[in-house]
């Protein structure tokens, strides 16, 4: 499918976007929120559901940017278990998050 700037769900995200940028998070989720509600197909479902987070419905693990299951590949065989407090530093990391993205 081909992108078009001129959708009103992209122009909702991308005016949503802008709000972020102001910092205005409210508006920004009202924005984010009305292209959720006005998307009329998969591609404009997937583009919102990008900034609303949206599920599948009796779903929470599957969101709407999945068109296919994901297929394995490989299975990690040499992965180091975390110690007791690296575990609960994570945890703490978590816990204190306010929306930013954490590596």
């Not at 009329?40 to 999945?66: M, V």
């Not at 299975?75 to 816990?95: G, H, I, S, Y």
Request: proline content about 6%; glycine content about 6%; hydrophobic content about 30%.
């Amino acid at each position: 499918m081909e992108f078009n700037p001129n959708n009103n769900v992209v122009k909702l995200c991308l005016q949503g976007m802008g709000m972020e940028e102001k910092g205005k998070p409210e508006e920004a989720s009202k924005l984010f929120l009305q292209a959720w509600n006005e998307a009329t197909h998969d591609f404009e479902k997937f583009i919102s559901a990008h900034y609303t987070d949206k599920k599948f419905p009796g779903n929470p693990t599957r969101s709407y940017r999945s068109q296919a299951p994901l297929k394995i590949v490989g299975e990690v065989t040499d992965w180091v278990r975390q110690t007791p407090e690296e575990l609960q530093k994570w945890r703490e990391k978590l816990a204190n998050n306010k929306g930013e993205i954490i590596n």
